[in-house]
Antibody
Framework: EVQLVESGGGLVEPGGSLRLSCVAS????????LTWVRQPPGKGLEWVAS????????FYADSVKGRFTISKDSAEKSLILQMNSLRGEDTAVYYC????????????WGQGTLVTVSS | QSALTQPPSASGSPGQSVTISCTGT?????????VSWYQHHPGKAPKLMIY???ERPSGVPDRFSGSKSGNTASLTVSGLQAEDEADYYC???????????FGGGTKLTVL
């Protein structure tokens, strides 16, 4: 069974940093691309960043480009999202998901971790 | 404002059919056959229901179907059941600079 478990969320002040992790199990980690998607309170889903299976290519939404970094830790079978220069509008539940195909749809999702940016 | 436009709400009685629309542009929905739909019960992990416009993952009931015409994609839920009540989001590939654009979500209520 595919499982994705996020952690690392919490309360951080504007301008601060946070590191999210997503531990994967139930599939061959190195074979799959992965994605972060977020949901601000009361709002819809928003794509944040994606990384190819071999980490050769990384893609970012304009809203986080230059501030967030996505990476894969194959030894730990973890997807990482390093978030710097955080803003209030980054407040959201952050989901990691396994990506598939040329269309980058997400076929399995974690339960999410809440990030709150506030002073 | 979301990139794709969905109606905020939809409803139907048990056993009925309901269709949710998702309107984009020629740069996303209309430009690729890469539309996906997700079911989201608040507090739970989103679930993939449809991918590549009309493909259904294993385990998803065939009551769920997808289609596309021009810049508008649609999700149809037939034979509505109480457990179908959830938020539904469409998403489309929009090129390497925008791998996934989402709709604002539609809250489906089973009356």
């Amino acid at each position: 069974e595919v499982q994705l478990v996020e952690s690392g969320g919490g309360l951080v002040e504007p301008g601060g940093s946070l590191r999210l992790s997503c531990v994967a199990s139930g599939f061959t980690f190195s074979d799959y691309s992965l994605t972060w998607v977020r949901q601000p309170p009361g709002k819809g889903l928003e794509w944040v960043a994606s990384i190819t299976h071999n980490s050769a290519h990384k893609f970012y939404a304009d809203s986080v480009k230059g501030r967030f970094t996505i990476s894969k830790d194959s030894a730990e079978k973890s997807l990482i999202l390093q978030m710097n220069s955080l803003r209030g509008e980054d407040t959201a539940v952050y989901y990691c998901a396994r990506a598939r195909g040329n269309s980058w749809f997400s076929d399995s999702w974690g339960q999410g971790t809440l990030v709150t940016v506030s002073s | 404002q979301s990139a794709l436009t969905q109606p905020p709400s939809a409803s139907g009685s048990p056993g009925q059919s309901v269709t949710i629309s998702c309107t984009g542009t020629s740069s996303d929905v209309g430009g690729y056959n890469y539309v996906s739909w997700y079911q989201h019960h608040p507090g739970k992990a989103p679930k993939l229901m449809i991918y590549d416009v009309n493909e259904r993952p294993s385990g998803v009931p065939d009551r769920f179907s997808g289609s596309k015409s021009g810049n508008t994609a649609s999700l149809t839920v037939s034979g509505l059941q109480a457990e179908d009540e959830a938020d539904y989001y469409c998403s489309s590939y929009a090129g390497d600079n925008n791998l996934a654009v989402f709709g604002g979500g539609t809250k489906l209520t089973v009356l």
